[in-house]
């Protein structure tokens, strides 16, 4: 394996999860966050070759800046994961936070539209690559009070669903994922810090773990060149839906 995966959102949660599968399947990796430290550690703890960009994905001179000071031997990226992605509040859209507003469109959306930006001329050079983009169950289904992280998440869809189209004639892949209920720190983060609260989100019944997702990844870019696996939501068995989960 002489592959490159670079993966936003890499120090924690699904993003930590997959650098570390991708890294047992020999994945060189560019380890893409915003803590430089917690980078540091990730990669000091993987037995591949990795590079840290530390930039905010939200930030589009922040993304040019990292992206065009990738040494040349890590120029071509083979498989990019556009994970980062956060929640900020849960509550009814007359109440919003502006700056919760601005902080989910401004990561889910516009950062995941940067980076890939930055890394598609590359993938169509070469007529190859695989660009795979963490949506959410809430992208296909809106709850009550999801409301603008669930048109964050709507907006991914619709671009996974874009890009597959307008890079198809360059021989690149596009992968869509949904996951539900998973617990790492997004529901901290949601209810910025109120533990009770986010413990509440995957009480009563087993939720997925970051590395449920990260296996996901790893059989979609582990399919044959001729096999997208293009769109996949994964549950935890106990949640049927959005909002239909099956506590004791
Ligand atoms: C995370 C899943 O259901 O909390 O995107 O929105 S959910």
Redesign the pocket.
């Known amino acids: 394996m002489n592959k490159i995966a670079c993966i936003t959102g890499a120090s924690s949660g699904i993003g930590l999860a997959t650098a570390q599968v991708l890294a047992n399947e020999g994945f060189k990796l560019i380890l893409c966050g915003r803590r430089k430290e917690a980078l540091l550690q990730l990669q000091a703890d993987l037995s591949v070759e990795s590079h840290v960009l530390t930039f905010d994905v939200s930030v589009l001179t922040e993304v040019e800046t990292a992206f065009s000071s990738l040494p040349e031997a890590w120029k071509s990226i083979d498989v990019l994961v556009n994970n980062a992605g956060n ?1 900020h509040g849960l509550g009814p859209i007359q109440s919003g936070d502006v700056a919760d507003w601005d902080a989910m469109m401004h990561m889910n959306v516009d950062g995941l539209l940067y980076v890939s930006r930055a890394v598609i001329p590359q993938m169509i050079e070469r007529k190859t690559g695989h660009i795979i983009n963490l949506s ?4 296909k289904q809106v ?1 009550p009070n ?1 409301n603008v ?2 048109a964050s ?1 709507a907006a991914v869809e619709a671009l996974s669903q874009g890009m597959r189209q307008d890079l198809n004639v360059h021989g690149i892949k596009v992968s869509n994922i949904a ?4 617990n790492t720190g ?2 901290q983060v ?1 209810f910025k810090g109120d533990q009770a609260k986010a413990d509440a ?1 995957y009480a009563g019944f087993e939720p997925l773990v970051a590395k449920d997702v990260a296996d996901l990844i790893r059989y979609m870019v582990m399919a044959p060149a001729h096999v997208n696996i293009a769109d996949v939501t994964i549950l935890p068995t106990a949640q049927a839906s ?1 909002t239909q989960i099956n506590r004791i």
Do not use: D
């Not at 959410?136 to 992208?139: E, H, K, L, M, Q």
């Not at 996951?179 to 998973?182: F, K, L, M, T």
């Open positions: 929640a959410s169950i809430a992208g709850y999801g992280y669930c998440k996951p539900g209920a998973v997004f529901s949601r989100v959005a």
